[in-house]
Every structure is written in C-alpha cells, then in structure tokens.
C-alpha cells in the first residue's frame, strides 16, 4: 500500500508537475529597441489620434521592445533617466502589460517583462468592447512610494502630468508605427489594484491599449 502511494506520488511529481510549471509565466526578455528611424515627428503629430477597433493578433517582439522603450524606457544609460520626465525625476511610473498569456511588469533597466500574473486578465483593464481582444493593455501605475507628500495636491497633479507625457509616448509611437491606440480613464483602478495585489500606495493611473487598428 505504502509502496503504491509513493509510486502515485513518484509519477505525479514526473507528469503533472512539468505541465504545471509550463502554465507559470517566464519573464520575456525584450530584444534590443530600435532606437532610430521612425517617421518624421511632424508627420507622427499629424496622424496621431485615438483608434478604438482593433485586430486580435499579437505584436511581435520587436514591436513590443520598441513600444515599451518608446513609452518609458531608459535613454540615458548613464544617468537612467528616461524617455519621458517626471516630476523631480522620481520615475514613479510603472507599466504593467496586460496581454492574452498573462500581465507583466516592465523592467526598464533590464528592458524585460517580469511576470505578474497568468492567464487572460484583459477584460480587467476596462469595460469597452474593443479591450478584452485588443493584443495589449497597458496600465499605469503610479507608486507613491517614491513621491514625495503623496497625498498634497501638488504631488497628485506632477503624477497624473506623468502619466499624460508616457501616453503621449505611446501615441506618437503608434502613429509612427502605424499602430492603433487609446488612453483610457475608464478602468476601475482598485479592482485591478486588488488582482494584481498592489500595495496600498500603488495606484492605478490610467489605461491605454495598443494594437493593429482595424
Ligand atoms: C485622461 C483621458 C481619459 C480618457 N479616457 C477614455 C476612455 O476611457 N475611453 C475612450 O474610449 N477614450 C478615452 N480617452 C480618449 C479621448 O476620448 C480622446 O482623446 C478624445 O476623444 C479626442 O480624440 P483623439 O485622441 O483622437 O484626438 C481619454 C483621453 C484622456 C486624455
């Protein structure tokens, strides 16, 4: 008998496991951004707009590694600073990318996706059609941590203005890329909190979904 439950055990550990662990994200190392080229800005300002009707399939990799550094990342190595300002340069903002394997955490300094969460939580990032089919959501995140008298005024508005500049990013890189995109307001930001299991002083700023515009 104790022999049969150690063989159950020895033959769970060979074949559920593995397909377990195959269901955990892996962190996604984003290839080298693209760092030039694009369209002229001028032309990227005259086509940018907000696109609400999206194709389902994916971004490629490279897509991904450039849009991301386009929106946030680091293009000052030197000094880490980024391609969007914030206030005091507390570089509050995190992204977290919300697609349809699981939610990542954008890693500027690595310029990788660290995992978050499995499976398809798009639905989670707003209530319009166009959100739960769209490849990519992104959701700001602001945290206070890193601010300083996080609930004056002041503080609020330095990080709602950046948010505002990394959104603009992305719409500019869309536009140039011609890809689609939206900022959205209409995300509940403490029921993403809570699935996400943010800190208290993480708080959700904004969405912004990207994708192939239909
Ligand atoms: C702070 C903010 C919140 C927004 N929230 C939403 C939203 O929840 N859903 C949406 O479809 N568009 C949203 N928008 C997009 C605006 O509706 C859009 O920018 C506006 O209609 C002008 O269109 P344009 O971006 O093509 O110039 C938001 C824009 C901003 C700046």
Redesign the pocket.
């Known amino acids: 008998m104790r022999h049969k439950f150690a063989l159950i055990l020895i033959l769970t550990a060979i074949f559920v496991c593995p397909i377990l662990a195959g269901q955990e994200l892996k962190p996604i190392e984003l290839p080298k951004p693209q760092v030039t080229g694009g369209k002229p800005l001028m032309d990227a300002l005259r086509g940018?707009?907000?696109?609400?009707s999206f194709q389902s399939r994916p971004l490629p990799a490279q897509v991904l590694s450039n849009l991301l550094w386009a929106a946030f990342g680091i293009n000052r190595p030197e000094s880490g600073k980024r391609t969007a300002p914030s206030a005091r340069n507390w570089q509050e903002m995190d992204i977290y990318v919300v697609m349809a394997d699981g939610t990542y955490l954008y890693e500027a300094k690595a310029h990788r996706f660290d995992p978050i969460l499995a499976g398809d939580h798009r639905g989670a990032t707003?209530g319009?059609d166009f959100v739960k089919d769209a490849p990519v959501n992104l959701v700001l995140v602001a945290d206070l941590a890193k601010t300083v008298d996080a609930s004056s005024e002041g503080t609020r508005v330095s990080v709602g203005v950046d948010a505002?500049v990394i959104?603009q990013n992305v719409?500019l890189f869309s536009a140039s890329e011609g890809l689609g995109t939206?900022?959205?307001?209409?995300?509940d930001g403490p029921a993403f909190a809570k699935l996400l299991k943010l800190r208290p002083d993480q708080k959700v700023i904004?969405?912004q979904t990207v994708g192939y515009p239909n």
């Open positions: 940018r707009q907000s696109i609400r707003g319009q505002g959104v719409y939206v900022v959205r307001g209409s995300i904004i969405a």
